[in-house]
């Protein structure tokens, strides 16, 4: 597999491999799996097949990597693939449907890259709808070391992701930096 010999990623603790959110992480993982999987539609077949107890755990794992399912899983081909770490993380209800979803295909699970921006966006999102304040956009931008009219526009854009009226006129005047 390409220099893969195992996982790649944190299974204990996801927010180790990112910047720690300063939202609720409980909260922010509850919306990234809505707004994931708005974003991204494919995602839905691997959320479908690995389950919404066990995706976020998953893309950690297997983030920027491809798993291939082949036909024969018991064969000498199965050493291969990473699916014995589909196994041994997740356990055989997971690695079931998951076989029984990819069966003879190729599975590209996103790099771990579009995680954590996905999680920093979020956590984005829920401070400025806690709090929309000067302060806050402050923070955030010192803390993702980003601009903060890129605050405002991450807020904005995740917002609207999400269904929400976001009405702008009625929040602090987004900076022109």
């Known amino acids: 597999m390409l220099g893969h010999s195992r996982p790649q990623g ?7 491999i990112m910047t720690t959110p300063l939202s609720d992480e409980g909260r922010v993982v509850e919306l990234f799996i809505s707004y ?3 974003r991204y539609p494919r995602i839905e077949h691997l ?3 690995v389950g919404k107890d066990s995706i976020v755990k998953f893309l950690i794992l297997f983030g920027g ?8 899983s018991t064969g000498a081909k199965y050493e291969h693939t ?3 770490e589909v196994l041994s993380e997740l356990g055989e209800d997971v690695l079931a449907k998951f076989c029984e979803t990819f069966y003879g295909k190729k599975v590209l699970i996103p790099p771990s890259k579009v995680l954590r921006t996905v999680f920093r966006d979020l956590d984005i999102y829920e401070q400025m709808s806690t709090k929309k304040s000067a302060q806050t956009v402050a923070r955030l931008s010192k803390h993702y070391q ?8 991450i807020y904005l854009r995740v917002a609207k992701a ?3 009226d976001v009405d702008v006129e009625s929040t602090t005047e987004p900076p022109i930096d």
């Open 65 to 72: 990597t491809t798993i291939h399912v082949v036909p024969d």
């Open 162 to 164: 999400l269904g929400q």
């Open 82 to 84: 990473l699916l014995p």
């Open 146 to 153: 980003i601009s903060k009219h890129e605050v405002w526009w």
């Open 10 to 16: 944190d299974q204990e603790n996801i927010f180790k």
């Open 47 to 49: 959320c479908a097949a």
């Open 36 to 38: 994931y999987l708005s």
